[in-house]
């Protein structure tokens, strides 16, 4: 099995920025893309950002050159560094990772279970 465990949600000003953290873990054999989502109440989740296992990122058209999304492979883990966030960007986002598993080499889709990005004055 495999496990995604996000940090770094919480509450900012408009304007402000947060960090969010993703690290995967369990029978891992590779990683291929890792992305950000999120979901507004009454929303559908959509896309924030992907980034491939060879570093190749797409960000949504509203979030471009404000947010950041960068991997580290060795620790499995997936970071989006967001700045300049606005009132309407408060939801839940979660982390997706596309991993092979160690013992099946079967390639599943595997989501965290959420951090609660707040922004509000």
């Known amino acids: 099995q495999v496990q995604l465990v996000e940090s770094g949600g919480g509450l900012v000003q408009p304007g402000g920025s947060l960090r969010l953290s993703c690290a995967a873990s369990?029978?891992?054999?590779?990683?291929?893309?890792m992305g950000w989502y999120r979901q507004a109440p009454g929303k559908q989740r959509e896309l924030v950002a992907t980034i491939t296992s060879g570093g190749s990122t797409n960000y949504a058209d509203s979030v471009k050159g404000r947010f950041t999304i960068s991997r580290d492979n060795a620790k499995n883990t997936v970071y989006l560094q967001m700045n300049s966030l606005k009132p309407e960007e408060t939801a839940v986002y979660y982390c997706n990772a596309d991993v092979v598993g160690s013992g099946s080499r079967l390639t599943d889709d595997y989501w965290g279970q959420g951090a609660q990005v707040t922004v509000s004055s």
């Open positions: 369990g029978s891992i054999f590779s990683i291929y893309a």
